[in-house]
């Protein structure tokens, strides 16, 4: 019998006759379980609410566990030399892969071909210097030139989609996400400065205006508001179905390349920019989305994002497997589209019934010592809110 001590559990190869790496009988996937053993590779929110969820307890380096939210080095250093039990989860699926660096590095814009000539011969270093320079992968897009925006200023989306399986496709979509706002009026005359350009918190937060405590995000209620009352609810309701289609088609077009693995679940990051006529264009899919918050509020979206994706998961075993809303995730592909539970018909494409998604749509209940649920006030006091403008007016 071999053991990797990396992963806390048996290695592949031999299987034990008289244990088995957990220390206890093999049980039925869907059999409760009141006790969950945890590794987290993060220091952020997840390790906050992995800390805080009941009857879950975390093991040390070498210890044995049941469910890891690792980092993708471990995962590539380690997923095919380990064995796991029926039950035991990982937060990547096992070809994980990313073709780009996170929170906007690496990136510009060019006007001309020539530019990436120029881009390209590093500055005017030998031939030898050059070779010597790790070969990086590069993703070129064409820059939307006529974005969307609200107050002069650019923003994108953050839209956060939990796959729980790839073959068959199921797919369940988060009511909430944020829209992430640059700290500077949108102009095509600098191509150079990223805090027009690029909206990331890590790159807008160094920008010598930033207010940290304003910052520069609006809930994607408050945004879906906004869009409502400026263009109606038949061309929002619209533009979010062409939102849930960029989810769908995303996923399936690289269905036949992810190693399906009962064992994995993912957490996407989408970040998707609108342009002035209200088309959402896929700017990129993160399969490690940032779990750092840069606000309370921020913090606290992300810590009911990470424990309704647990809710998801179920490592106790209490969901029946025919749920269609576990917490603020809606199940919106299964093998096959969903339609809402209430068989409300689509009045876009008639005859149609609604998917079961309800991305930035107000929760039905409200309290009011919640700020998260007092969208509504904070949106129409918003400095960039149409009415919030008038009401200064009428005071003035």
Same mark, same amino acid.
């Not at 989408?270 to 989305?289: F, G, H, M, R, T």
């Given at each position: ?167 068959? *496709?199921? $797919?369940?979509?988060?009511? /909430? ?9 949108? =102009? %095509?005359?600098?191509? !150079? ?97 940032? *779990?750092? $918050?840069?606000?309370?509020? /921020? ?9 309704? =994706? %647990?809710?998801?998961? !179920? ?82």
């Amino acid at each position: 019998m071999r053991w990797s001590p990396a992963a806390g559990s048996m290695s592949r190869g031999k299987v034990a006759t008289n244990r088995n790496p957990y220390g206890y009988q093999r049980q039925k996937e869907r059999e409760p379980r009141s006790c969950i053993r945890y590794k987290c590779g993060l220091l952020n929110t997840i390790a906050d609410v992995l800390r805080q969820r009941p009857g879950w307890t975390e093991v040390k380096e070498d210890g044995e566990w049941d469910f890891y939210w690792c980092d993708v080095g471990w995962l590539r250093e380690n997923f095919d030399h380990i064995y796991m039990e029926e039950h035991v989860r990982i937060c990547h699926f096992r070809n994980h892969y990313e073709v780009a660096r996170s929170q906007g590095k690496g990136i510009f814009l060019f006007r001309k071909l020539k530019d990436i000539i120029d881009w390209r011969k590093d500055g005017g270093r030998s031939d030898e210097q050059r070779d010597e320079i790790p070969v990086e992968n590069y993703v070129a897009q064409r820059y939307i030139e006529n974005p969307y925006l609200i107050g002069g200023r650019k923003f994108d989306l953050r839209v956060y989609v939990l796959v729980t399986s790839y073959t068959p *496709l199921r $797919a369940w979509l988060y009511r /909430d996400g944020f829209a992430r706002f640059s700290n500077t009026r949108f =102009t %095509l005359s600098s191509i !150079d400065d990223q805090y027009i350009h690029l909206t990331n918190v890590a790159i807008q937060k160094t920008a010598p205006d930033y207010d940290p405590e304003k910052g520069c995000k609006w809930m994607i209620q408050q945004l879906r508001q906004y869009l409502t009352a400026k263009h109606g609810p038949v061309a929002v309701e619209t533009l979010f179905q062409n939102i849930d289609n960029i989810f769908i088609k995303s996923l399936q077009s690289v269905q036949k390349i992810i190693i399906n693995d009962k064992h994995c679940f993912e957490l996407y990051g989408y970040d998707i920019l609108l342009d002035e006529d209200l088309k959402p264009w896929l700017l990129e899919v993160n399969a490690s989305p940032s *779990l750092t $918050a840069s606000s309370q509020e /921020d913090y606290d979206l992300k810590c009911r994002l990470l424990e309704d =994706t %647990l809710h998801v998961v !179920d490592m106790e075993g209490r969901l029946t497997g025919k749920e269609r809303r576990v917490g603020g995730f809606d199940l919106m592909w299964n093998d096959g589209p969903v339609s809402r539970d209430d068989g409300q018909l689509d009045g876009i494409s008639s005859g149609n019934l609604m998917a079961n998604t309800h991305l930035g749509e107000r929760r039905p209940v409200l309290t009011a010592c919640s700020p998260y649920h007092c969208l509504g006030a904070h949106l129409l006091t918003h400095p960039l809110h149409p009415q919030a403008a008038s009401m200064t007016e009428r005071r003035t």
